[in-house]
């Protein structure tokens, strides 16, 4: 991913982004060249090496999960707020639209899950990580008996540990400090929630 210098964000920001906007395009390269992507949730996790691992899974009819085995590179993109941005809101003189967006791309080589235990493993903690842990939050522990390990059948639950992290933050730093704080109010002015949320990034890296 082309990131100049100034929107380069920090491993520990891109492990923010992917937690908190984990719908993903996995993208893997197939064997005539051409890439293969299945747009699905990635769990970020920490599991003690430099970068983490993403955990998911795809029904097992795409065919996508079985490129894996070769092993092949693939790419997890994640999209964080994003949101225009009019010239008009700058400091009068020659000024062009742009776009503000931060972006996370992960890369790893996808490993699939052969047991059932490690499955139900990753079910289960894509069901706590969406339903919390709340009364009235779904589990697996929800299903008949059984039901859960016929589940995985239809399935396929995979592991990508990352060896790469580029996390951009194009968040108009490269812009006046005025025209920085002028964006930023007209954003968190918008009814869009990208908008405001865009507008919250912008403030984290303001100097």
Known sequence: MYIPKHFEGSENAGRQIMQAHSWALLMTTGEDGAPFATHLSLLWQDDGSPHGSL??????????????????????LFWGPHAYVSPTWYTPGVKVPTWNYVT?????RPQVIEDTAGALEVLGKLAHAYEG??????SLDRLPPGNAEAQTRGIVAFRMPLVRLETKLKLSQNRELVDRHRVIDR??????????????WMKRVLP
């Open 104 to 108: 996370v791309h992960a890369y790893g």
């Open 133 to 138: 842990g709340g009364a009235d939050a779904w």
């Open 55 to 76: 955990i998911g899974h795809m029904a097992r009819a795409n065919a996508h999960w079985k490129l894996f085995a070769r092993p092949a590179d693939s790419l997890a």
């Open 187 to 200: 954003l968190t002015a918008s009814d869009r929630q990208d908008s405001q949320e865009t507008a919250d």
